[in-house]
């Protein structure tokens, strides 16, 4: 099977799986929260735009995570699917001039549209004797499997298109990704707690809070590419990349 088949058979394995929980997620969700769903969803759908390239690795990352945890934790399935879906096309519509990629338009829908709707599906889910949509347990595990739901499709896809080590990948991509996932945890938390007490309209806030996080990040990240590429214009580090290349 040569490489383009690869791609495309796991793209529409993505799409598969997203369909068939997407479609679970609507017949398990029941109630609605219009206004408030429609908030997050532009929210999320105007921060989408606010990207970070990350260094070292072909993709980068969206600073609307914490509306899309959000609507995960504070919406029904569906509508976290519908948020996630119309963000992440918005994210991933080219900028002018740019070449629109239908295959990467539709890995990175079914991709969220999964992660999104597992993560909601498990926040949500009523064990014995345990409710975890109550308790702190359930934003952690809700956080944990939008994280893997996210970066372990986005690792497998890079490793099957470039030839490369899957897990060193997941590997460098979770070590750039996984404290923003915790910051957007802490900014959930602090959504719902506002909304319980002051209502939702105020929660949402927070569109200040997640500028300076962008500010913060593309600082950062520069800043890190920046002593890459210095890194590797000088002789020891070029004779490192020859000798990786060999």
């Given at each position: ?5 690869r791609?495309?058979?796991?793209i ?11 479609g ?16 997050v969803l532009v929210?999320?759908?105007v921060?989408s ?6 260094p070292?690795i072909?993709g ?14 504070s ?7 519908v948020?996630?879906?119309?963000s992440?096309?918005?994210q ?14 539709a890995?990175?829908l079914?991709?969220m549209?999964f ?6 599906l498990m926040?949500?889910a ?22 893997l739901?996210q970066?372990?499709p986005?690792?497998?896809i ?5 030839g490369?080590a ?7 991509l ?11 945890a ?10 319980s007490h002051m ?20 600082t950062y ?9 210095a ?7 070029r004779?490192r990349?020859?000798?990786a290349?060999?």
């Amino acid at each position: 099977m040569n490489n383009t088949r690869r791609i495309k058979t796991f793209i529409g394995a993505m799409m598969l799986a997203a369909a068939i929980t997407a479609g679970y997620a609507t017949f398990v969700s029941h109630a609605l929260h219009t206004y408030f769903a429609l908030a997050v969803l532009v929210l999320a759908a105007v921060t989408s735009r606010m990207k970070v390239k990350l260094p070292g690795i072909n993709g980068n990352m969206s600073v609307n995570l914490p509306f899309l945890l959000t609507a995960v934790v504070s919406l029904s399935a569906a509508e976290a699917v519908v948020v996630t879906c119309v963000s992440t096309a918005v994210q991933c519509w080219p900028r002018k001039n740019a070449k629109f990629n239908p295959q990467q338009m539709a890995f990175n829908l079914s991709m969220m549209a999964f992660a999104s709707c597992l993560a909601s599906l498990m926040f949500h889910a009523h064990w014995p004797g345990m409710q975890w949509s109550s308790s702190t347990i359930g934003l952690v595990l809700a956080t944990a499997t939008l994280f893997l739901g996210q970066t372990a499709p986005v690792a497998a896809i890079v490793a099957v298109s470039e030839g490369k080590a899957a897990g060193q990948i997941w590997w460098s991509l979770a070590h750039l990704s996984f404290p923003y996932y915790i910051v957007s945890a802490g900014v959930t938390t602090m959504v719902q707690a506002v909304s319980s007490h002051m209502g939702w309209g105020l929660a949402l806030a927070v569109f200040p809070v997640m500028y300076g996080i962008h500010r913060s990040y593309r600082t950062y990240f520069g800043a890190v590419a920046e002593n890459l590429r210095a890194e590797a214009l000088r002789p020891e580090g070029r004779v490192r990349a020859a000798s990786a290349g060999a």
